[in-house]
């Protein structure tokens, strides 16, 4: 082409683009001050309209989300964004109202009204959004035959992952006090709105090849939508997702490119028409660019393969309370009766990713051995990739004969491609030996990849082990004592306690270990009078992990045993010769004052009858054994002994003549003795009463 040409074309061309700019000039958006004006002249209005308050009304609010001045200042448009009972702001289309600027204040028209059409059409070019303009009288239509209901459609996210349904045929519903309708059911039947918290990633519904693409408008750009068209030839269809989030659609997304179902696509924003982050998607048989550039149609009716109700055709259930059924859809996922509960209408994908995310752990490596009890911490590194990102990584394990993910979800890559982090095993639970692992990542989408690179390493006590200490004893006259311990770290979880104990000097023996259940903390001690004792204690855990006794050869604690003590009033009583009379049913209390001390009494019975006799240790740790005579010492009857120190005991016998009979009280073990180990004994004459043996 002569370059002369060339450049005359080009001029030509710039200077019709200004010309035309300089003839309708973009639509303002209004200060706050106006934007409050314009939502105080839409309130009065509502207040003063005639028409009765719908059912609406229970649970929408209406307030402005932005508004749009004409270049003269004279007329504007205004967004409304609806806030439901649960406080929460609808993420759709927004419901439009338009003010006429007069003498007396702003004054606004709602649909329905007279002139509403005229009204919309005398707007300024560029001050309505294609919904609420009129289908060109060309659009572009593919040749091929236009189905009744078009298949093969999954929701436009990722399998695994809901989106809450917005709204569908709420689109066209007649509620001019709200704005409403945002668009006509020409355009919006078979449209829908999918919302989320944060912006979502979005994928293909369906396999398609690039038509049109933009993500250049900044994020929650009123004025600029960004977009994705997938042209389905076969079929004569497209495919249009709205409202995208800038710089999102990925590069490689060229016009004419094929894109499977699943692939990414971009991720949802509020750019445009929108009052909240959401993306509108429908399929439509035509499509034609408007004013702002992006794309719009006619849409028509699909079926999702994975929406579960009304043959795949997802409704909220303040559509299918409130609104005509359409297309039999009459099913909602929810609580009808609270229309708009946060949560019902969630749907769950099952758009299985085109490109799903990979990985391989490089630590811990198969077969090391790994954590030590004072270490729990392990170091794990994984190589991952994706066609877009790969979002998270965690480690998974075999517990129980079932896979689950244990430890952190990692969001940050330590460095392109590798993700490092530690898990702490003790966190998981009890392990010491052979465990299984793996790693599960997720990709930008959502797509989870679970067990990837399994291998099996040696866990050596995940868990540090528990840490215990003694307390002070409990101490008396007496060579018995009080030993108190308690549990300072429990670890994983405490099977036992072992109390060790050494005379000093001495060593440490392990033969001189007590043994005592997790539940106990306390148990009595007795020892030699005047000996001196050092004692310590040792935690083990659930998997049997003893906690290291203190450093070095010192004891926790140390008690001195007294060594002599003072006899109670009922001495000299240490023979049978020396016994001491005692009756029926009289408490008496002696003390166990001297190695091997003996307490005799006697008592005259009656022959035939039953005795029995309760020995309780008062204080000082006392504990006996009791033996029970008849009119001399070679006649032993019975014989009974505490079954621990600190414990009483009970004899029973039986008087076979009228006569004189003795018991015999002495310590056990033998050098149990002080001026405080008292007990009591009590005679009592007893009536057996035997119950009858029943054979089934």
């Known amino acids: ?34 934007q409050a004006e314009l939502a105080a002249a839409f309130f009065e209005r509502l207040q003063t309209n005639k028409e009765p308050k719908l059912l609406t009304f229970d649970l929408f609010t209406p307030e402005v989300d932005t508004a749009f001045l004409s270049p003269d200042g004279s007329r504007a448009v205004i967004w409304l964004a609806l806030r439901d009972n649960y406080g929460r702001i609808l993420a759709t289309e927004p419901g439009l109202v ?29 001050m309505l959004p294609l919904e609420k303009m009129a289908a060109p009288e060309q659009p572009e239509m593919d040749s091929v035959a236009i189905a009744d209901v078009y298949t093969g459609y999954y929701l436009p996210f990722v399998a695994g992952t809901s989106r809450w349904l917005e709204g569908s045929i709420s689109h066209f519903q007649y509620i001019p006090e709200l704005g ?117 149609g006619r849409s028509v009716e699909i079926n999702f393969a994975d929406v579960p109700i009304n043959n795949g055709i997802p409704r909220t259930c303040y559509e299918v ?26 749907f769950l994908s099952g758009n299985v990713g085109a490109y799903p995310p990979s990985g391989t752990l490089s630590r811990p490596a198969a077969g090391i051995t790994v954590a030590s009890g004072s270490n729990p911490l392990m170091d794990v590194t994984a190589n991952v990739s994706d066609d877009v990102r790969v979002s998270a990584a965690q480690l998974s394990a075999r517990l129980n004969g079932q896979w689950v993910e244990v430890g952190p979800r990692v969001t940050s890559q330590a460095s392109a491609g590798v993700f490092d982090w530690d898990v702490n095993l003790c966190n998981i639970g009890p392990l010491n030996g052979p465990l299984e692992v793996a790693l599960t990542v997720w990709d930008h989408e959502g797509t989870k990849v679970p067990n990837l690179s399994p291998r099996t390493i040696l866990v050596d006590h995940a868990c540090p082990p528990p840490a215990s200490q003694m307390a002070p004893a409990g101490t008396f006259d007496s060579t018995a004592l009080r030993l108190n311990w308690q549990l300072l770290d429990a670890g994983i979880g405490v099977n036992s306690y072992q109390v060790q104990w050494r005379s000093n000097p001495g060593i440490w023996d392990a033969s001189n270990i007590l043994t005592f259940p997790k539940t106990q903390f ?53 023979s049978i010769s020396q016994a001491k009379p005692i009756g029926l049913d009289v408490p008496v209390q002696h003390s166990l004052c001297g190695v091997g001390n003996q307490d005799w009494v006697y008592l005259d019975l009656q022959a035939g009858e039953y005795y029995r006799v309760v020995m309780q240790s008062v204080s000082g740790g006392a504990a006996v054994k009791m033996s029970a005579y008849g009119n001399n010492e070679t006649n032993l009857l019975t014989t009974v002994q505490s079954n621990g120190i600190g414990q009483g005991t009970v004899l029973l016998f039986n008087a076979a003549t009228t006569d004189r009979y003795f018991l015999k009280i002495e310590p056990f073990p033998i050098y149990l003795s002080g001026t405080e180990a008292v007990y009591s004994i009590e005679v009592s004459n007893v009536a057996l009463t035997y119950l009858p043996f029943v054979a089934r």
């Not at 200004?18 to 209004?30: F, G, K, R, Y």
């Not at 999102?248 to 692939?263: M, S």
Request: aromatic share 12%; charged share 15%.
């Open 1 to 34: 082409m002569n370059p002369k040409l060339f450049f005359l074309i080009l001029l030509f061309m710039a200077s019709f683009l200004i010309l035309t700019s300089a003839d309708n000039p973009p639509p303002l958006v209004a200060s706050p001050q106006t």
């Open 98 to 126: 338009v003010a006429q600027l007069t003498k007396t204040g702003w004054q606004v028209i709602l649909p329905g009204d007279t002139g509403w059409e005229e009204t919309l059409s005398s707007l300024p070019a560029g």
């Open 180 to 296: 409403y309708p945002s668009c006509t059911a020409e355009f919006c039947r078979y449209a829908f709105d999918f919302t989320d918290e944060e912006h979502f990633p979005l994928v293909a519904a369906k396999t398609g090849t690039v038509y049109a693409t933009r993500d250049s408008c900044s994020n929650g750009n009123t004025g600029c939508t960004n977009y994705i068209v997938l042209q389905n030839a076969n079929e004569g269809t497209y495919q249009i997702y709205l409202h995208l989030a800038y710089g999102t659609i990925p590069d490689k997304l060229t016009n004419g490119r094929l894109v499977q179902r699943g692939e990414y696509i971009g991720d949802s924003d509020d750019t445009g028409y929108s009052t909240s982050n959401h993306v509108h998607f429908m399929v439509t048989n035509s499509v034609w660019v408007g004013g702002d550039g992006y794309y719009w």
């Open 321 to 346: 309370t409130s609104f005509p059924i359409y297309d039999g859809a009459h099913d909602c996922i929810g609580n009808r009766n609270d229309p708009r509960n946060p949560a019902n209408d969630w």
């Open 522 to 574: 306390s148990s009595w001690f007795a020892g030699q009078p005047g000996g001196n004792y050092l004692f310590r204690v040792r935690a083990v855990d659930l998997n049997g992990q003893l906690e290291p006794w203190p450093a070095g050869d010192v004891g926790e604690i140390s008690v001195t045993l007294p060594v002599t003590c003072n006899g109670d009033t009922f001495e000299a009583d240490d």
